[in-house]
């Protein structure tokens, strides 16, 4: 078991193939997530697709964590693979800070999303379940959940994108091997 951590910690020039899946999987629920909230306000309300897009966005949601989840504990095992040539000291401080605030987000978004359905009193789906209410019904609270929900999901648009201008920054300017780790 030693020499299995040992080898998951040696140094790569990539991060490993479940750990760029799940990078690139994410992505693509992150798209579906968005799309499916932002379409949805096109719909009217009572159209069975309007329902339909808001369900989606709470599956999605709840697939991307349980997914943090994976990619925390492959983070934490793993070590990633050196950027050459290195960077100023800010720009890793500033790279940390944002994959911090990133993973946060992955984990504070849905679990948002969850409380806000339970303390609306609605349905929790999950691919095909009905997960439980995480507290009781709180009209209240569910207003406030959705205020903060909604602030940090747009947030969330800046920091993804912040996050993917970094890298192509790095890939096109700097030409070092930010992305290439990715790929």
């Not at 379940?129 to 406030?144: H, T, V």
């Amino acid at each position: 078991m030693v020499n299995k951590m040992n080898s998951l910690r040696q140094k790569t020039e990539r991060y490993s193939p479940l750990s760029i899946a799940l990078h690139w999987i994410t992505f693509i629920l992150f798209i579906g997530i968005y799309a499916s909230i932002e379409l949805k306000g096109y719909i009217p309300k009572g159209d069975p697709w309007r329902d339909m897009l808001k369900e989606w966005h709470f599956i999605l949601g709840l697939t991307v964590f349980c997914l943090v989840w994976v990619r925390l504990a492959l983070r934490i095992i793993t070590q990633a693979p050196r950027i050459l040539p290195s960077p100023p000291a800010w720009q890793v401080l500033l790279s940390k800070l944002t994959h911090l605030a990133l993973y946060l987000m992955m984990i504070a978004m849905p679990l948002a999303g969850w409380l806000l359905l339970s303390s609306a009193g609605k349905p929790i789906p999950f691919w095909g379940l009905s997960l439980p209410q995480l507290i009781s019904k709180n009209p209240d609270l569910a207003s406030q959940i959705k205020y903060w929900h909604e602030l940090i999901g747009n947030a969330a648009y800046w920091l993804i994108g912040m996050h993917a201008a970094a890298a192509l920054y790095h890939h096109y300017f700097v030409r070092d091997n930010t992305l290439s780790r990715m790929v």
